[in-house]
């Protein structure tokens, strides 16, 4: 299907992201690229993709897309426990009787 209508991809770039997608790749023959974005799949599930690329001349560029989803979900979630981590050394806590006994980092 992709054959027939090859702008069909750029309909599976979910919508908060296409923007910035078909920006980049209106440029692809002048610059180089190097963007992730979300895709849904056939199934409607949203996947994280990476494509990178550049112009090789006479209005053409190459480039590849890989997907990036258990990367992107991994990076997340490290982000996410640091700033568990950063809010539980930077809490203060209390004993049964009120006062405070303990406060962790700066």
């Not at 992709?2 to 610059?31: F, I, K, N, T």
């Not at 979300?38 to 480039?63: I, L, M, Q």
């Not at 979630?77 to 009120?98: D, I, P, V, Y």
């Amino acid at each position: 299907e992709l054959m027939a209508r090859p702008h069909l991809w750029l309909e599976l770039v979910h919508p908060g992201d296409r923007g910035p997608v078909e920006s980049a790749m209106l440029r692809a023959h002048e610059e180089d690229f190097d963007l992730t974005y979300r895709v849904r799949t056939s199934k409607g599930a949203t996947r994280y993709v990476r494509s990178r690329g550049y112009p090789v001349g006479n209005g053409v560029a190459v480039g590849t897309i890989a997907d990036v989803t258990v990367e992107h979900r991994s990076n997340e979630q490290a982000r996410l426990n640091e700033e568990r981590f950063r809010a539980l050394m930077h809490a203060r806590w209390k004993t049964r009787s009120g006062s405070t006994f303990a406060r962790c980092g700066r």
